[in-house]
């Protein structure tokens, strides 16, 4: 596949990395003549120095012959110019903008984007992704990651084991005996900065990171096995009223019995935000400062989620949060530079907004029939769900007997309401969803499964 990605940034430079990776010919476009010189010289990719909207920069960059035009500069106006040139001097047949501006999608002027007006096939929102990404999360506050598929009936959830878990010590297959009336697997293991498929006979050890497949209805007995049931929070103290913020805020109090205080240090902002919600209380103060938190009743908050514009309050004020008393803390960092800093500042989740996107955008990029797709363990693997074709290599095999590529798991089978596990005997048959976790290298091979194509591998 050859590919046009415009703007080298945060998003556009995993974007371009994804995509080469797999051996599709990336082009890539930006202003910043720096930018491309760091791009193609980290990845394997072609860099076009000029404006992602001019005809003549994206002729240069080859948009007659590409496959897929991917916008995703600072600009929604000149992502959506990039899509519309393509489309209108040189016929790319798909075409995806990343669209910040929330009044661009807002539901009175839904035909906005279409052939006929804007041709953009896909749209991707940064701020709704990495808020609804938010909103999953508090569903399942024992973990620290949450990704569902299938419509929801099936989550891949990230869990830790420390000294004190029932299972540490614990092998896949002996827990698995030990729980056979659980919906659940274990898919994926980070260790030592490792991430592999676990054998059966793999046992899990302290400070493992583990990533469970698990049924809808069973997620609250899968973290008490695992020693992480927590009760899903009441008491919220939000850091940040920008668009990430209010969308959280509004969702949040849509939530009975949920009590939400808001702070931003910008006074503005914290009028508009107290206009625009009903329920929520909102404090004009910085969140770096404890008179300020207390006052939010962050002693008595069982979550704190810093979402300001400023990785370093994120953290900082996670930490001040966690201190006065609040009993976890969620961070929106977009520098992945910290992510190490984690553990030792004692922040149970941290949100990337650049992976969330990512992995929208990846999800409509993907061949063959991918429903549904999240980047996992840091970018290292994904979880990929497809819907299986009649010319499908996977139709006919039996599930608790199928032999899989290396760094490749199957998470579930979703047939109709019913979700089987790769333990169940269960013959796979056209039109079944099923889920995969993959590590990165091997992820082409698990778009192989799903493609409209009678070849395996």
């Not at 260790?191 to 592999?196: I, S």
């Not at 004009?284 to 704190?304: I, K, N, P, T, W």
Request: one cysteine or more.
């Amino acid at each position: 596949m050859k590919a046009v990605v415009c703007g080298a940034g945060r998003v556009g430079y995993g974007i371009a990395r994804e995509l080469a990776r797999e051996g599709n010919a990336v082009t890539v476009v930006d202003w910043s003549a720096e930018l491309i010189d760091r791009i193609t010289t980290d990845l394997d990719v072609r860099g076009v120095v000029g404006h992602g909207s001019h005809p003549d920069v994206l002729k240069r960059a080859g948009a007659k012959e590409a496959d897929l035009l991917v916008a995703v500069t600072y600009s929604d106006e000149t992502n959506m110019i990039a899509c519309q040139v393509a489309h209108s001097l040189f016929n790319t047949p798909t075409r995806i903008a990343r669209v910040r501006a929330q009044s661009y999608l807002d539901r009175q002027w839904r035909d906005l984007f279409s052939t006929d007006n804007l041709p953009v096939d896909v749209t991707i929102s940064p701020e709704l992704e990495v808020s609804r990404s938010i909103l999953q999360r508090l569903e399942t506050p024992g973990a620290f990651t949450t990704a569902p598929f299938a419509n929801g009936r099936v989550q891949i959830l990230g869990v830790r084991v420390d000294e004190t878990s029932p299972v540490a010590g614990s092998s896949r297959d002996q827990i698995l005996d030990l729980f056979p009336d659980l919906a659940l697997d274990i898919v994926g293991i980070l260790r030592d900065k490792t991430l592999f498929v676990p054998e059966g006979h793999d046992p899990l050890m302290p400070e493992d990171e583990v990533y469970l497949s698990v049924a809808a209805g069973h997620v609250g007995r899968a973290l008490d096995v695992f020693g992480r049931a927590v009760q899903r929070a009441r008491r919220v103290v939000l850091v940040g009223a920008g668009n990430i913020g209010l969308y959280v805020a509004q969702a949040l109090e849509r939530v009975s019995g949920v009590k939400v205080r808001l702070i931003e240090g910008d006074k503005a902002r914290a009028e508009h935000a107290a206009d625009t919600l009903r329920r929520t209380v909102v404090l004009h103060g910085d969140g770096l400062d404890r008179q300020v938190l207390r006052e939010a009743g962050v002693e008595d908050a069982e979550l704190a989620i810093c979402l300001t514009n400023d990785d370093k309050v994120n953290l900082l004020s996670s930490v001040m949060a966690k201190r006065e008393g609040a009993q976890r803390t969620l961070a929106l960092v977009n520098d992945e530079a910290f992510r190490p800093v984690k553990a030792a500042l004692d922040i149970d989740v941290m949100i990337d907004p650049r992976t969330v996107t990512i992995s929208t955008i990846l999800q409509h990029i993907r061949r063959g029939r991918i429903t549904g797709l999240q980047t996992l363990g840091g970018g290292e693997a994904e979880a990929l769900e497809g819907v299986v074709l009649s010319t499908s290599p996977l139709v006919g095999k039996q599930l608790d007997e199928m032999e899989l590529p290396e760094d490749v798991a199957v998470c579930a089978l979703v047939r109709g309401e019913k979700v089987h596990f790769r333990r169940d005997s269960v013959t796979i048959e056209e039109n079944d969803r099923v889920v995969f976790f993959a590590l990165k290298s091997a992820v082409s091979k698990v778009e192989q499964l799903f493609r409209v194509s009678l070849e395996y591998f």
